[in-house]
C-alpha cells in the first residue's frame, strides 16, 4: 500500500512516474463493469535498462548483418570481377609486338558485363594486329620480289653496259688500227709507186740499148 523509494539517487534517471490502468470484469449479460484499477511505477533507469538492452541486441545484429553482407560482396566480387581482372592484366600485360598470344582472351566467370566488352575490344586489336603484320609480311615478300627482280635488271644492264663498252672500245681499236694501216698504205704506195715507175723506165731504157 505505500511506494518504496528509489534503490539509489540516479538524478534524472531516478524520477519516478506512474500509469494506472482500469480492471474490468464482464457481467453475465457480457457488459463491462469496473472494478478497480491497478497502478504500475517505474523509473527512467529500467526504461534504459530495456532500452539498452534492446540497442546492444540491435547493435550486434547489424554488425553481423554487416559482416555477413561484406563477406558475401567480398565474395561476389572477387568472383565476378577480381578474378577476371587479374585475368585480364596477366594476359594484357604479357602481350607484346612479338608475342601476341596463341588463343584470343576469354574471361572466367564472367557474363556481358563491362569487362566482357573490355576482353572484346582487347580480341579486337590483338586481331587487327594479327591481320596487320600479315599484310605487312605479304608486302616484304613483295618487296623482296621486286628488289630482287631489280638487282637482277641492275645486273644485266651492266653486262649489257659492259658488252658495250668492250665493242665500243674494239670498234675504237680497229678503227684506228685502219687509220694506221690506212696511213703507212699511203706512205708505202708513194715510193714505191715512184721504184716502179722508175724501174720500168730503166727498163726500158736498158731494152731500148739492147736493140741497139
Do not use: C
Not at 567480398?74 to 578474378?83: D, M, S, T
Not at 556481358?112 to 605479304?138: F, Q
Request: glycine fraction near 8%.
Amino acid at each position: 500500500g505505500r511506494l518504496a523509494p528509489p534503490l539509489r539517487d540516479d538524478g534524472l534517471f531516478g524520477q519516478v512516474f506512474s500509469r494506472e490502468f482500469p480492471i474490468s470484469y464482464k457481467l453475465e449479460n457480457g457488459t463491462p463493469q469496473d472494478i478497480g484499477k491497478w497502478t504500475v511505477y517505474s523509473n527512467r533507469r529500467i526504461i534504459l535498462s530495456q532500452v539498452e538492452y534492446g540497442f546492444i541486441l540491435i547493435l550486434v545484429n547489424s554488425v553481423i548483418k554487416t559482416l555477413a553482407l561484406w563477406f558475401i560482396f567480398v565474395l561476389v566480387v572477387r568472383h565476378w570481377l577480381g578474378k577476371p581482372l587479374q585475368q585480364l592484366s596477366d594476359y594484357v600485360g604479357n602481350l607484346t609486338i612479338d608475342n601476341l598470344g596463341s588463343t584470343p582472351l576469354e574471361l572466367k566467370h564472367g557474363g556481358n558485363t563491362g569487362l566482357d566488352l573490355l576482353a572484346n575490344k582487347i580480341n579486337e586489336m590483338r586481331e587487327n594486329i594479327l591481320t596487320g603484320l600479315s599484310e605487312r609480311a605479304v608486302l616484304y615478300e613483295e618487296l623482296a620480289v621486286l628488289n630482287e627482280s631489280l638487282e637482277r635488271r641492275v645486273a644485266e644492264r651492266t653486262e649489257a653496259v659492259r658488252h658495250a663498252q668492250d665493242e665500243l672500245a674494239r670498234s675504237e681499236r680497229l678503227a684506228a688500227l685502219g687509220s694506221m694501216v690506212a696511213g703507212i698504205a699511203h706512205e708505202l704506195n708513194t715510193p714505191i709507186g715512184n721504184s716502179l715507175v722508175a724501174a720500168s723506165t730503166l727498163n726500158d731504157k736498158i731494152h731500148a740499148l739492147g736493140q741497139r
